[in-house]
């Protein structure tokens, strides 16, 4: 009996880990988005070339988005921030990975984004 609730309380933890690994896992808006992206705000307002800091905040934040959960995350953290910015190019988002030679496809990201996809 003793071994069996060692077992499940083994479990139980085992669980709890994991989701918490999976939370901590997600880029976090303020401390990994907004600092990765803050430098290219210069780009998406019109500036011809992404400064080496966008180019190495982006990589950056590319690196740690892995799933479709952490994609959303940061389209929903873009989503809320780029509306309080001022007037910007929505259109300008998807060149940043070209721009600064990285593999990751950024959607336009605007209020009516729909994030879910």
Do not use: W
């Not at 705000?41 to 690196?63: M, T």
């Amino acid at each position: 009996m003793c071994h069996s609730i060692k077992f499940v309380a083994m479990l139980v933890l085992l669980v709890i880990t994991s989701d918490i690994t999976t939370i901590a896992a997600v880029p976090s808006c303020n401390n990994d988005v907004i600092a990765s992206l803050t430098p290219c705000l210069g780009f998406i307002k019109g500036v011809a070339v992404p400064a080496a800091e966008c180019c190495s905040g982006a990589r950056n934040l590319a690196s740690q988005v892995s799933g479709e959960g952490d994609r959303q995350a940061v389209c929903q953290c873009l989503k809320g921030v780029l509306t309080r910015i001022g007037p910007y190019d929505p259109n300008r988002i998807p060149l940043i990975g070209p721009k600064c030679g990285i593999n990751v496809s950024i959607p336009p990201v605007d209020a009516n984004t729909d994030c879910s996809g």
